[in-house]
């Protein structure tokens, strides 16, 4: 867990759902894992979003298909218009998709990589302790794509730019952040967004920072 997360006092968790079986065991784990916690529910885009304006959560978890008001058909088009709303009004708020089919997600690809916080998407068919991996990732600003959503996506030059600084120049980030005149914060997201690109993710015991050098130059992205 993150030393940003461990200091809250109390989080405030969000989660959308109109399965209610879902909706109950997402709540249910969530509040077992973390110690102080307030847990709000929804399962409608609109509950969602009216719930989000007064309790500002510090997670904002989320299925796919959904209806938009109650008593409407669960759709995938409401979910991503949602997802899509939440990343435009709260830029700094972790995100995490449970899905049991997140090709949908591709709409939002590049927009995903854009946004201020963690994004994760953790398919419904994970473990519970994967889940619970998927949701810290998330608070530490991680973002996390399946791979199918991966492939295609452009490297953007900005990327490439932190890249070349950090491994064949020996920058640090906040060197990088003054040479390429943006802050620190934003070039934290463009490794994270390299990261996934490249399919790397925190694991124990590994560097990250060195495992992106050497899938860097592996794929050909740093001489």
Known sequence: MSQALSNQEILRILV???HELILGSTVQVLEQHYSKVDMYTAKTAWEALEKLD???PNLF???????DKEGGSARSEVGIN???TVMERYPSLPIVVQSADFRPLVKLKFAIHEHGAGFIVAEKKLTTQEMLTRVDWAFGGVIYTPKEMRSGLEVKEEWLTVLDLAFNHGLQ????AEQMNIGERTVRRYWTNIQDVLGIYPEDGKNLRILTGIRARHEGLID
Do not use: M
């Open 82 to 84: 949602l997802i899509k």
């Open 16 to 18: 959308v759902d109109d």
């Open 173 to 176: 980030d906040k060197a990088i």
């Open 61 to 67: 978890v989320v299925d796919i298909s959904i209806p």
């Open 54 to 56: 007064k309790v500002k």
